[in-house]
């Protein structure tokens, strides 16, 4: 596949679906970067990650945050060399993007700890906290942009809510607290968010039009590898008055749906909505009795949802979680993940194997348009300077996150004039060139989900025989050898036939070889539309007859002549009769 500089992959947090045209200029454009499975994007040296990419300086941090950032520099409690990015000190010490909490430490029961047992902070410490052995904790170990992101996190009401997305694709990214657990009141525990760079993961920094992120996909499968994640700051002062979500997915400017409405191109959703145990210590009585149910319930309802209803579905748990929780806000600490499978399983093509090779060419490559973020209802008009979401009310996540999915399959292309007939007769003296191995080409743009092009083996290509002009074909399936010696054999005496060539490709089942679309079952993988050649005889009229001769040893008639009348090739037989006066002899030709 040829491949431009870019290429593109999910783990949902909240993030949306867009899809772009795969043709440009009358060629192919493909992705910049494919989001492989088990490949660490933070560490990639092409993909563009904003801020992440500056290196830490007193301009940014400003003088106070730097003087005791320093500090904490000294004490050797991170790991730290002067022109640092950001991106290059959070992967040094295991800190996320999405870690900017501020803790006191003995005030409450929110302390986190990197490993090298500083805690994990991204404040001054007006307040004077102490650390367990009773020192003023008169450092910082989290710095960059933090709750106040300038002009992007600039009005009060706004600074602290700050949530961010990821998109995993493959195995879910480990947390360093342990898998997802359920508290013993049954309220979903989600995992404190230490730790930077998993596996296959990006972040909405770099879920931008810059980056391109594509996640391959294959025609006539389902993929369900791929997760959104979200989550809120896991500590107090966070509180999410209004949150909501919009994720959205198009292909050729239409909406994608469900599989309830489609069932061969659909999005459906999986979600769960999860609390932190620092989440949980927030709510009060009321809503610590109320969270198991209210949770639950929320995730209950967001099982195969459509993508298309994704967001009504979602938002109403958000609003139910909020107004039953015993809280004036969403308490921080919550988070989510989305489950995305489906993708698009259909062709306009199948029923038809004589389209023409731009028609192949399109049908073989489509990308669909993904679209997540969170925004805040009721904020439309106030004065804030947090950046707009796209339908009009102020976002919650730092960007509005972008990838595509894009879906392959491979395609015939062929030599000479598939409108013109051509003789049994000269195919078997140019076998190879008319309708052998230099008759045709297979192309396939796939991707698999570790990058790597997906292979061509013309050993998978089949024949079928049609002696209806195409209406039902054979059970039968040749190889290009297995043909030319059919056609060799002489056993063809009808004056035209019908071949359909197959092709099941490299990554699909191997029972798919030698299948007609309608022969093949859903998610068993990709194959080519078929390609027909017609096939003509020389054969004389079809029909014709067999007079039978019933003579004595003189040659004189003694009965009736028999005439039988057929088409050519049929098997026929012979009677004997009993004739008063006369006793069989033999039988005089082909009986």
């Known amino acids: 596949m040829n491949i431009l500089k870019k290429t593109f992959f999910i783990k949902v947090f909240i993030s949306g679906i867009t899809i772009l045209s795969v043709v440009r200029g009358g060629a192919y454009a493909y992705a910049s970067t494919y989001l492989e499975s088990n490949k660490n994007y933070y560490t990639d040296p092409s993909i563009n990650r904003g801020f992440l990419d500056s290196p830490i300086s007193k301009e940014i941090l400003g003088e106070q945050n730097w003087n005791m950032f320093q500090v904490a520099v000294s004490k050797n409690l991170i790991s730290y060399s002067p022109g640092m990015t950001f991106n290059q000190y959070y992967l040094a010490n295991n800190i996320s993007p999405e870690d900017n909490f501020i803790v006191y430490p003995g005030l409450t029961n929110q302390i986190v700890r990197l490993k090298s047992g500083a805690y994990l902070n991204a404040n001054p410490n007006p307040k004077g906290a102490k650390d367990d052995s009773g020192n003023v904790v008169d450092y910082i170990t989290y710095v960059g942009p933090t709750d106040d992101r300038g002009a992007y996190w600039g009005d009060k009401e706004l600074e602290d809510p700050v949530l961010f997305s990821r998109l995993t694709v493959g195995n879910l990214a480990p947390a360093s607290e342990g898998s997802f657990g359920i508290f013993s009141s049954g309220t979903y525990l989600f995992p404190t968010q230490i730790g930077y760079g998993e596996n296959a993961t990006v972040n909405d920094y770099m879920l931008t039009p810059e980056n391109d992120f594509i996640i391959p996909s294959r025609f006539n499968t389902i993929r369900n590898d791929v997760y959104l994640t979200m989550r809120s700051r896991a500590y107090f002062g966070a509180g999410l008055q209004g949150a909501q979500a919009s994720l959205t997915a198009t292909s050729n400017g239409k909406a994608v749906v469900g599989s309830s409405e489609n069932s061969k191109f659909y999005i459906d959703t999986n979600s769960n909505v999860y609390l932190t145990k620092q989440g949980f210590d927030q709510l009060g009585n009321f809503g610590k009795f109320m969270a198991p149910s209210v949770y639950t319930s929320a995730s209950n309802n967001l099982k195969k949802v459509g993508v298309d209803k994704f967001s009504e579905m979602m938002n109403k748990g958000l609003s139910s979680i909020q107004s039953q929780s015993g809280a004036t806000d969403i308490v921080s600490g919550n988070g989510g993940q989305i489950q995305l499978s489906g993708f698009d399983r259909e062709t306009d093509l199948d029923g038809n194997f004589s389209s023409s090779l731009s028609d192949r060419e399109t049908d073989a490559l489509k990308n669909t348009d993904v679209n997540f973020y969170m925004y805040t209802n009721g904020n439309k008009t106030t004065n804030v300077t947090t950046p707009l979401a796209p339908n009009g009310y102020h976002l919650y996540s730092p960007n509005v996150s972008q990838f595509k999915i894009q879906t392959t399959r491979p395609y015939f292309s062929w030599t000479g004039d598939l409108s013109n007939d051509i003789k049994i007769s000269e195919a078997n003296a140019n076998f190879d060139d008319l309708l052998g191995i230099n008759s045709l080409k297979v192309t396939d743009n796939g991707v698999d989900s570790d990058g790597k092009s997906i292979s061509v083996d013309l050993n998978r290509v089949r024949i079928r025989i049609s002696e209806d002009e195409g209406s039902t074909y054979s059970s039968n399936s040749y190889t290009l050898d297995e043909l030319k010696t059919l ?97 069989f002899k033999e039988i005089q030709g082909p009986a």
């Open 487 to 583: 056609l060799t054999s002489g056993n063809i005496t009808i004056p035209k036939i019908v071949i359909a060539y197959t092709y099941s490709a490299t990554d699909s089942k191997t029972d798919n070889i030698g299948k007609l679309p309608n022969e093949i079952d859903d998610n068993t993988g990709a194959y080519a539309v078929p390609f027909t050649r017609t096939l003509t005889n020389d054969v004389p009229d079809k029909k014709s007859s067999i007079t039978v001769h019933y003579v004595d040893t003189s040659g004189d008639t003694i009965s009736d002549n028999v005439i039988k009348t057929g088409n050519v090739g049929d098997f026929y037989t012979t009677e004997q009769k009993v004739i008063p006066g006369y006793t």
